[in-house]
């Protein structure tokens, strides 16, 4: 249960930090220490990830690092993209779930791990309302249908698509986050339950306070860390997990 506890503070530290991670990481550790089944993970996963993204985004809303608008077209067509994503969970098997999970930790390892010199962009420029809708919609989508929360991969998106600098990306990632993973949650606790399967409260409660603690630690001291080095060390500890999710879904 330790393990458990100290988990939760990484996830949380990875969310304030990046404004990703969080799904990376929780899903597998339910899986692996918690014993929790594939379906009823991928639930608590998003209800966790949720409440610790909404509240890793308050320092950063604090600094005026997040871009409202960007959250509201984003972030509304991600909600409609995560209700559909979670419909489409519930007449899938959770092999089929955690292989698309484990296949995309893959590739945004591969991603974050290149040298990209659009991480480091550090203006804010205006962007396409219809590029921000699509893409907040297929996003939602991952979201419902995986559990993935998608902050490794908005981050990337707000920088390089939308122009937005990397701090400014991440406090408005959060926000995203926390908006399509309670969508997908509320979706997929309602049709699991209709199935007979119950999340666990506890478990999500007693993660989400440890995952607050450490994302206001990380949203504390992201100001003191160079961006790259972030980068770097996100995509080294994505690799092994996707490699032992890919395993686990053969199984």
Not at 200 to 214: E, M, Q, R, Y
Request: charged share 10%; proline share 2%; glycine share 12%.
């Amino acid at each position: 249960m330790i393990l458990v506890f100290f988990g939760a503070l990484a996830v949380g530290v990875s969310l304030g930090l990046l404004g990703s991670g969080g799904s990376i990481f929780t899903f597998p550790i339910l899986i692996l220490f918690l014993h929790r089944p594939d379906k009823l993970a991928v639930a608590e996963s998003l209800a966790i990830v949720g409440v610790i993204a909404l509240v890793g985004a308050i320092p950063y809303a604090i600094r005026q690092q997040v871009h409202w608008r960007t959250v509201g077209f984003f972030g509304l067509a991600g909600i409609i993209g995560s209700y559909i994503g979670a419909c489409i969970a519930h007449s899938i098997s959770g092999r089929v779930q955690l292989f698309i999970f484990g296949s995309v930790m893959l590739i945004v390892a591969w991603i974050m791990l290149k040298d990209k010199k659009w991480f480091q962009r550090n203006k804010d420029t205006s962007h396409s309302t219809l590029v921000s809708l699509l893409s907040g919609f297929l996003l939602g989508q991952l979201t419902g249908c995986s559990g993935v929360g998608g902050g490794f991969i908005i981050v990337p998106i707000l920088i390089v698509i939308l122009n937005l600098s990397i701090y400014v990306a991440i406090g408005t990632s959060l926000m995203i986050i926390a908006l399509n993973a309670l969508t997908a949650f509320s979706q997929q606790a309602f049709l699991l339950q209709r199935s007979g399967m119950h999340v666990n409260w506890k478990v999500i409660a007693l993660f989400s306070l440890f995952g607050v603690i450490g994302s206001l630690i990380g949203g504390t001291i992201v100001k003191y860390i160079p961006a790259v080095h972030l980068r770097k060390l996100f995509g080294t500890l994505m690799l092994p997990l996707g490699v032992y999710i890919l395993i686990h879904s053969f199984r």
